[in-house]
C-alpha cells in the first residue's frame, strides 16, 4: 500500500503524482516516508515509479 494525501494510490499512482508535482518545480526533491514496517522491495518500486515520473532527487525517510 502506498499513499498520498491520506488516499491509497499504490506503486503505479506514484509516477503520475510526482509528474504532476514536478510540472511546476522540476528540481523539488521527492521524499518517501517509509512506514517502520516497510520492505526495502517496496521502497525501491516507490523510488523507481518516483524516477519515472520525472524525480532528479529522491530521499527515503522512516515513519516513527
Known amino acids: 500500500e502506498v499513499y498520498y494525501g491520506g488516499r491509497n494510490i499504490g506503486v503505479k499512482g506514484v509516477s503520475s ?32 515509479a518516483a524516477q519515472l515520473g520525472g524525480a532528479k532527487s529522491i530521499y527515503s525517510a522512516t515513519a516513527k
Open 17 to 48: 503524482v510526482v509528474a504532476s508535482m514536478l510540472a511546476d518545480d522540476p528540481e523539488m526533491p521527492v521524499v518517501i516516508q517509509g512506514d517502520v514496517d516497510a520492505t526495502h522491495g517496496l521502497i525501491m518500486k516507490v523510488t523507481d
